[in-house]
């Protein structure tokens, strides 16, 4: 009887220990915010639809994101793959901002 008590209450601790215990996540909620940022600035800057180079990389970005965020059993890929779509999400802004600012040059020359 004493012996089952010891297993009950070594199970019971286990059991609390484990339910108590919480995981980092994958993707924080401060690198979904940096993100969603820039992808902001790159619809400001005139990033729209894929058809574009871009377009493209944002839209991967967005995609790479949207699957780091739901990929709870391989959580070091899931935050390698979020740190690729915020690379992906910044050069898509650049090149809108690259684009834009050739566009503001060629409409201003004499």
Do not use: W
């Amino acid at each position: 009887m004493r012996l089952s008590l010891l297993g009950l209450s070594l199970f019971l601790g286990l059991g609390l220990a484990c339910a108590t215990t919480t995981n980092r996540p994958a993707v924080t909620a401060d690198q979904e915010a940096t993100f969603r940022a820039v992808v902001e600035k790159a619809r400001k800057a005139g990033v729209t639809g894929s058809l574009t180079p871009a377009g493209s990389k944002l839209a991967d970005a967005e995609s790479d994101f949207y699957y780091a965020q739901h990929l709870p059993s391989d959580p070091a890929r899931a935050r390698r793959m979020a740190e690729q779509a915020q690379a992906e999400a910044e050069a898509a802004l650049t090149m809108a901002q690259g684009r834009s600012g050739a566009q503001i040059a060629l409409t201003t020359a004499p």
